[in-house]
């Protein structure tokens, strides 16, 4: 999705027609590093060590291969491939993922996690399923009740191995991975490569091709000078925040990079729609197509240009002010070569990165390696953006009191002073003039998303201690979904020596912050001035306490029910980053 220099495309990658076609249909344009390096060696039938975050496009990188396997014609009821995944909220996904790229191969695709009633997975396993996607608990039940039959699996997957590790799986992963058949090839993906993950692939693995994304490291002074911001915003909220954001930085002209030609076609609508003139650019527009809206770019007829990677390679736009990623590119590199597009010539430029939460790491990851900081700020507020139209208006009033082509317009003011006065008339004048200056209000609430770095939180406890890590895939599964619930816009921060507290449940349990606090300070004696901020998503909640009393909190949650049930938190993973 954002390499700059290979133009390898999923045709090159010998995958079969079907799959290149719903890849197309999904507005893929290329595969990303991680897919153009995996989805070869996994074709051919080797085992596979990859190093990969979320956000780099993993899911496909082995779900890909996984579907080439399929015989279309000839299926048993028996699965062939098998993916583990860490959490219900992963299994989900990976899920669909799987399902969304085999749909024209009728692949049939089962999520099976902990918490489902297992009649359901019994059923849907006994009408025939081509790939599981299982965490590792459930997994161990069904092989222990002779419910999987494990017999034909001829690919393994391992996603996100250290999570699993985290969470205490290792043996649960060691028995499944016994129960298979030896002739099965095995794959395993992690963000990080610690001892054990390594001492997993080598019980494991058979002389594995070992894959690992990361960028090399930009010499110093290489990485343009450009202001670097980044925004952290829920998906379901990314196109009104980046609208806002436009309004507030006022580019000359952007380029906005997407990931998908959807992607880009929707966004492009929508920035038409608050008053931009935004033109499209991607791989599924004909050569003359690309001609106009790059013509009309240069002219300075479009300020924003909306575009694939694909579509922008090679492009040289001079008066560029302002690059947009609306996702985090998926490598540093990319994101390197797509900021150098300003800042040029000692010009000034700004490089704004829109990120989901869960794609924090990526952030940190490409900050490590530009060695450029890049400062997170929060989306301007409905207040921010009145006050920049207000000012807008200002301007553009000030400026037509200057000209001095006002006259023609006396004999209306005259008229109207006979019956209004002099100072409301200004007014009304100045309302038209806003209205028609700014557009139209946006008075959505954008939730505000707040991550603290590693960096920031030293006196914190080291994360290690196996049980925690849902958060992020709380969020994964929740997109969108998540909400500040401060007490009034005050902050409630609890300061460094606090770390936060994942309560899997959420608005759609109609929990309050109230029943959190109560719940807590009832069940420990904390008082409720300890506690701090608190988030409310829909399927969970976060929750900051003192750091000294977590261990203690989950103890006592264990003993207690919230609004009739079980609810055992977990610390938090967010801010943890090996670095
Ligand atoms: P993952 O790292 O697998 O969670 O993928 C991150 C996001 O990138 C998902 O929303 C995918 O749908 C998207 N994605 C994966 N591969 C590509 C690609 N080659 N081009 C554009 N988007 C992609």
Do not use: W
């Amino acid at each position: 999705m954002d390499q700059p220099t290979d133009n390898t495309t999923f045709a090159d990658l010998a995958l079969r027609p079907e799959l290149v076609e719903a890849l197309a249909s999904l507005g893929y344009e290329e595969p990303t590093p991680i897919q153009r390096e995996s989805i070869p060696p996994l074709i051919a039938g080797q085992d596979l060590l990859g190093q990969a975050a979320t956000g780099t496009g993993k899911t496909a990188a082995f779900a890909l291969p996984m579907l080439q396997n399929l015989d279309p014609d000839n299926r048993s009821k028996n699965p062939t491939g098998l993916i583990l995944v860490p959490t219900r909220e992963l299994a989900m996904q990976v899920s669909e993922a799987v399902h969304k790229y085999g749909r024209a191969l009728g692949a049939r695709v089962l999520p099976i996690y902990g918490g489902q009633p297992i009649g359901r997975q019994l059923q849907a396993l006994g009408r025939g399923v081509d790939v599981v996607v299982a965490t590792p608990g459930r997994a161990v039940d069904h092989i222990k009740r002779g419910t999987i039959p494990l017999k034909d699996i001829v690919m393994v997957v391992l996603d996100e191995a250290d999570e699993m590790l985290d969470m205490g799986f290792a043996e649960d992963l060691d028995a499944i991975l016994g129960a298979l058949p030896d002739t099965r090839q095995t794959v395993l993906f992690s963000a990080t490569m610690p001892k054990r993950i390594e001492s997993l692939a080598r019980r494991h693995l058979t002389n594995p091709t070992t894959i690992r994304i990361e960028a090399p490291v930009v010499a110093k002074g290489d990485a343009p000078k450009v202001r670097q911001l980044a925004f952290i915003v829920p998906r379901s909220h990314k196109s009104a925040a980046l609208g806002r954001i436009l309004d507030v930085e006022s580019p000359t002209a952007a380029i906005v990079f997407c990931r998908t030609r959807h992607e880009v076609d929707q966004l492009t609508e929508t920035l038409n729609g608050r008053g931009y003139r935004a033109e499209a650019l991607h791989g599924g527009m004909n050569q003359e197509g690309r001609d106009r809206v790059m013509a009309r770019v240069r002219s300075g007829n479009a300020d924003l240009l909306i575009a694939t990677d694909v579509a922008a390679r090679g492009l040289d736009i001079d008066h560029l002010t302002h690059v947009v990623n609306y996702d985090v590119p998926s490598a540093p590199e990319s994101y390197v070569h797509r900021i150098g597009r300003v800042g040029r010539a000692g010009r000034e430029g700004v490089a704004i990165t829109l990120a989901e939460p869960r794609e924090h790491r990526l952030l940190e990851n490409i900050q490590r390696v530009t060695g450029d900081k890049i400062a997170i700020e929060k989306v301007p507020t409905i207040s921010d953006l009145r006050n920049r139209r207000m000012e807008l208006t200002l301007g553009t009033l000030r400026e037509t009191l200057l000209d001095d082509d006002l006259d023609r317009y006396r004999s209306i003011v005259e008229s109207l002073t006979d019956e209004f006065d002099l100072f409301d008339v200004a007014l009304a004048a100045v309302k038209l003039t806003h209205e028609s200056t700014t557009g139209k209000e946006d008075e959505v609430e954008i939730p505000e998303v707040e991550i603290r770095r590693s960096k920031d939180r030293k006196n914190d406890r080291p994360d290690r201690d196996g049980r925690s890590g849902r958060s992020e895939r709380g969020e994964r599964g929740e997109r969108g979904d998540y909400e500040k619930k401060g007490k009034k816009g005050k902050d409630r921060s609890i300061g460094v020596d606090s770390t936060r507290l994942y309560f899997p449940i959420g608005r759609s349990s109609q929990i309050r912050p109230g029943d959190l606090v109560g719940a807590i300070t009832g069940e420990t004696g904390l008082a409720g001035k300890q506690i701090g901020s608190i988030e409310i998503g829909d399927k969970f909640s976060l929750v900051e306490v003192p750091e000294k009393s977590a261990d203690d909190i989950i103890k006592a949650m264990k003993k207690t029910t919230i609004k009739g049930r079980k609810v055992v938190p977990r610390r938090e993973r967010f801010e943890r980053f090996e670095r």
